[in-house]
């Protein structure tokens, strides 16, 4: 005889029936639907408790409704629309199934073409970002506003705010789970805070107590690989360096490219990768002028710490839009493609890493003459590449260059279309384009809060208020 809170198989049913008490309201559901929650959870270790009376749970029975349906079609009910992100994310880590949430929750594949503005995070206080980090697996943010740092999680709630000691961050780079590296350019060296625990956890500074011009070295960009740190450091007398930051030890490994900023293609890079396929480090500076644009792209092997390739522009005129120098270059880590946008024509070129000479930039054309960009003085351009897209702002607008398969055998091509609505592109000027998880962010000049852009979901999926 079963017991009694066991019944036979209803017919056609996933396994024995079990009934549930939550918060005074009953339901009846299946073992094997219980258990699709994880062996971990609440719900798995209760559909095995024996006993003639419903198993009895404390919690919303309204919200647990719909964990029920979530559980029985990996879908979130027209329901769940009831309930805040906030709210469906903390009764989901009571009862132990966060993943089968989340992965609800996520938006879809992130498309350029059909993206939008959902929400915009603005932090309580200090409300104008001044950097911002994201990760790549879950789209979690953390963004910088004066001196303090804003943690947002996977569905985009505030998790926690440290305060720092420095008064202005400016650069910022998540180097583990719970550990932000910082800089600031008006304070000297990269300094480490472990939310975890919300504390600062250590310092490294540039320092030569052989060369007097080595002091008050401020961080203007960072990067990381799993071992390593790189940070660009600048001092007062222009001289700068990458410096190599042992992750377990947080000291300084060696010095990379060490330099005297007197001329345009010895400034301190404002913009560092690192390559995963090759280990090499990429970095770019561009400055601009009275008389236009300069700069240069370069790479370094960081474990000889020698140069490998570098273009300098304007230079020795090889390059074949010689005087239309780039305004900003970004590095597509997955294709191991290089991109840059020109400061005058507003051209887009593409060049493989794999196969750099004196002039690899191949120009990227547009068939659609409605589509195609004249070209104005004084935009500013700001260029990011994610998941085989390249996104570039040019003023307060923002598009998107797409990677198109035409046939087997040929080479890839690329299809420019607009990201953003007339209205968008008023907001302000694009500062920064950063991708994470299936999300774009985008911060804009003097514009508080950072936007966050997402694809549309045709698939009947629901959405959550935030």
């Excluded at 769940?80 to 199934?97: D, H, M, N, V, W």
């Excluded at 910082?182 to 625990?197: D, I, W």
């Excluded at 005129?317 to 880590?333: E, M, W, Y």
Aim: charged share 20%; with cysteine.
């Amino acid at each position: 005889m079963e017991n009694g809170n066991f019944q036979p198989p209803a017919s056609g049913g996933g396994g024995h029936r079990i009934k549930l008490n939550v918060g005074g309201k009953l339901f009846q559901t299946t073992v094997s639907t219980l258990q699709s929650s994880g062996p971990d959870s609440v719900l798995a270790a209760l559909s095995t408790r024996p006993g003639p009376d419903p198993v009895f749970i404390d919690r919303d029975p309204d919200i647990f409704s719909v964990f029920l349906s979530l559980l029985r079609s990996n879908r979130l009910p027209s329901t769940a629309r009831r309930f805040s992100k906030q709210e469906l994310a903390e009764e989901a880590a009571y009862y132990g199934i966060e993943s089968q949430l989340r992965l609800a929750m996520a938006p879809p594949p992130l498309s350029g073409i059909d993206a939008s503005v959902v929400e915009t995070i603005r932090p309580a206080s200090e409300g104008l970002p001044s950097a911002f980090t994201t990760a790549a697996d879950d789209g979690s943010i953390w963004i910088a506003h004066g001196g303090q740092v804003s943690a947002y999680d996977w569905n985009l709630t505030h998790s926690s705010t440290i305060r720092t000691h420095l008064d202005d961050i400016t650069s910022i780079c998540r180097v583990w789970p719970d550990v932000a590296a910082v800089g600031s350019e008006p304070s000297a060296g990269l300094h480490f805070y472990n939310f975890s625990s919300s504390r600062h956890i250590g310092s490294t500074h540039w320092t030569d107590p052989s060369d007097p011009r080595i002091y008050k070295a401020r961080v203007t960009a960072v990067t990381s690989s799993p071992d390593n740190v790189f940070a660009s450091f600048d001092c007062p007398h222009r001289e700068n360096c990458i410096l190599l930051v042992d992750k377990t030890t947080l000291q300084v490994a060696s010095e990379i490219g060490r330099q005297s900023g007197s001329q345009a293609k010895n400034i301190v890079p404002g913009k560092l990768t690192w390559l995963p396929t090759t280990g090499v480090i990429i970095g770019t500076a561009v400055t601009s002028g009275a008389f236009g644009y300069s700069g240069y792209i370069r790479i370094w092997d960081p474990r000889s710490g020698d140069v490998v390739w570098e273009t300098n522009e304007p230079g020795s005129g090889r390059s074949s839009r010689f005087g239309d120098s780039f305004a900003d270059a970004a590095v597509d880590v997955e294709e191991s493609t290089l991109f840059k946008v020109c400061s005058k024509s507003g051209d887009v070129a593409v060049a493989d890493i794999r196969h750099l000479g004196d002039d690899p930039w191949v120009y990227l054309e547009d068939k659609n003459p409605s589509m195609r960009y004249t070209g104005e003085p004084g935009v500013s351009n700001v260029l990011h590449c994610y998941k085989g897209q390249v996104f570039v702002g040019r003023d307060g607008a923002l598009e998107v260059w797409s990677r198109v398969h035409e046939k087997e055998g040929s080479k890839d091509m690329y299809r420019r279309n607009y990201v953003d609505k007339v209205e968008d592109s008023a907001k302000g000027i694009i500062r920064k384009i950063e991708g994470g998880g299936n999300r774009l962010f985008v911060s804009r000049e003097d514009v508080e809060g950072i936007e966050v852009w997402e694809s549309s979901n045709l698939s009947d999926a629901v959405a959550v208020s935030s």
